[in-house]
């Protein structure tokens, strides 16, 4: 079946720190790939989207994410995380077979301490 | 733009009974899904509207559950005799359908679902 690792559940960061949130998939086909957040007492919403082309994607807030087919990952970066990135983080694929189906990883909960 | 609404936020029922949820996607948007989200988990995909029409219903969907969208718009979830398991977030998000294309996703705040 179809699936989605999130890495981490939890990480803990200091301000000024970089991150990485690992994300794997498990779909042979071609597929378009997101991060969502969801900061406190919010809606979930769009960081990023990869869709073709530049596998180096570049969200809203400084994040950004690459996509590595041979190692079917789409890794969330920050060079330097701030307070207000505090929140749960989803990656998600939707295989690109004429569906829309979007399955999500169980999330990563980040703390960044001031 | 009001974006994704949802309604009630917050239902408590007792085993048994019905239930219905509404949503209210961002109006020009054509494309509607009903996600199911437990603690600890992402979201899981239930169905798929391409304006009236439901096109995709994920297997988490049994027959107890049923959405509708009758005119391409609100669209409605009712899960028919609850049971326990029931209990969690249920999450509608709407998109503007590009040709081929998937379209951002956007999401409303949820309702939380608490049967007893």
């Known amino acids: 079946a179809q699936s989605v690792s999130q890495h981490n559940h939890h990480v803990i960061l200091s301000e000024a720190a970089s991150l990485e949130l690992g994300c794997n998939y498990s779909?042979?086909?071609?597929?378009?790939l997101f991060w969502y957040v969801q900061y406190p007492g919010q809606h979930l919403q769009l960081l990023l989207k990869?869709?073709?082309?530049?596998?180096l994607v570049k969200g809203i807030k400084g994040f950004e994410a690459e996509f590595i087919k041979s190692k079917f990952s789409f890794n969330l970066r920050k060079p330097s995380v701030q307070w207000s990135d505090t929140a749960e983080y989803f990656c998600?694929?939707?295989?690109?077979?004429?569906?829309?189906?979007?399955?999500f990883g169980a999330g990563t909960r980040l703390f960044v301490k001031a | 733009d009001t974006g994704v609404s949802q309604d009630p936020r917050h239902k408590i029922t007792k085993r048994g009974q019905n239930v219905t949820f509404r949503c209210d996607p961002i109006?020009?948007?054509?494309?509607l899904y009903w996600y199911r989200q437990t603690l600890g988990q992402g979201p899981e995909f239930l169905t798929y509207?391409?304006?009236?029409?439901?096109?995709?219903k994920s297997r988490l969907l049994s027959d107890r559950f049923s959405a509708e969208r009758p005119k391409g718009s609100f669209s409605t979830l009712e899960i028919q005799r609850t049971e326990q398991g029931d209990s969690a977030m249920y999450l509608c998000?709407?998109?503007?359908?590009?040709?081929?294309?998937?379209?951002?996703?956007?999401f409303g705040p949820g309702t939380r679902l608490t049967v007893t």
């Open positions: 109006s020009e948007h054509n494309r």
């Open positions: 779909y042979g086909g071609t597929v378009n």
């Open positions: 998000a709407s998109s503007l359908g590009l040709q081929g294309g998937l379209g951002e996703q956007y």
């Open positions: 998600a694929v939707n295989p690109n077979t004429g569906g829309f189906k979007t399955i």
């Open positions: 990869y869709f073709s082309g530049d596998p």
């Open positions: 509207f391409q304006n009236e029409a439901q096109l995709e």
